[in-house]
């Protein structure tokens, strides 16, 4: 069989979060995935509190394929995974816009590799207007930090995911936030720089999956019988070995940068 895209798309991101939380979204955002938020929510037994969305950059459908045992950390404390295909173009700032806006790029605006704040709801906007306490953990020069700035909520910014672990642990003691999403791109750099294949880049798969089931260690050991807790392992778009140089690329149309792999865990 030929290859395909996947069929969700990753507008539907904000809406299953949102759906978990009990909140509504303004009508401009993309629907949910219902079927999807209806078994989280299940799982669950009602609406989450706490959120905390992981987003490893550029971990593309195919690397879950062939390397599969890389993710035994994201399975051990996930129970369902849904995959999704990509915006156009495949690269994080309109990817992520997408993710938070329920909105196609030309509908948000970044339609390139640029980082200007967004002026449209967010997400974020919404859950800041419905009382909740949003928060971004982003590695340095993310675009987190630059397209979701200047909202009223914290953000944490450090140099790589070995220091993200750190300060995610320090966040969930806090327990302050509602929401908290935690972004790393050491795969993403491993794989532009050796190849997406390469030992470099799958070594960093690994470290960030070691670094999400972290996270879900934490929640199951202080966190039960305290919060309902959904976590999410939600890249947001795959890279490809680029011809000549061997190096990974992106913002292509090709499968392996457009089909992603959602990962979903529920502690109650």
């Not at 539907?12 to 938020?37: R, T």
């Not at 495949?90 to 390139?112: C, F, K, N, R």
């Not at 039960?224 to 392992?233: A, F, Q, V």
Request: aromatic residues 12%; glycine residues 6%.
């Amino acid at each position: 069989m030929a290859d395909h895209y996947n069929t969700y798309k990753l507008t539907s991101f904000a809406g299953i979060v949102a759906d978990c939380l009990g909140v509504s979204l303004p009508e401009e955002f993309a629907p949910s995935i219902e079927w999807v938020s209806d078994i989280l929510r299940s799982r669950l037994g009602g609406n989450a509190d706490r959120v905390i969305l992981y987003h490893a950059d550029a971990v593309g459908l195919y690397i879950w394929q062939k390397y599969t045992s890389l993710f035994a950390p994201v399975y051990q404390h996930t129970s369902m995974s849904v995959p999704f295909v990509s915006t156009v173009m495949s690269v994080t700032p309109v990817a992520h816009a997408s993710m938070y806006t329920g909105l196609e790029p030309e509908q948000h605006g970044i339609q390139t590799y640029t980082k200007p704040k967004l002026e449209c709801d967010t997400l974020y906007d919404v859950l800041i207007e419905k009382g909740l306490k949003p928060a971004i953990l982003a590695q340095e020069d993310s675009s987190f930090l630059h397209i979701f700035k200047d909202r009223d909520m914290p953000y944490f910014e450090e140099p790589n995911a070995a220091y993200i672990q750190k300060k995610a642990r320090e966040l969930l003691e806090e327990d302050k936030y509602d929401v908290i999403s935690i972004h790393t791109f050491d795969y993403d750099d491993a794989a532009h720089d050796y190849g997406p294949e390469s030992k470099e880049a799958l070594n960093a798969v690994d470290f960030e999956a070691q670094g999400f089931a972290d996270i879900a260690e934490y929640i199951e050991k202080n966190w039960s019988g305290k919060h309902r807790t959904l976590l999410i392992y939600a890249p947001d778009h795959g890279q490809h070995l680029t011809t000549g140089k061997r190096r990974g690329g992106h913002g292509s149309t090709q499968i392996e940068d457009m089909n992603i792999l959602h990962f979903y865990g529920t502690f109650i």
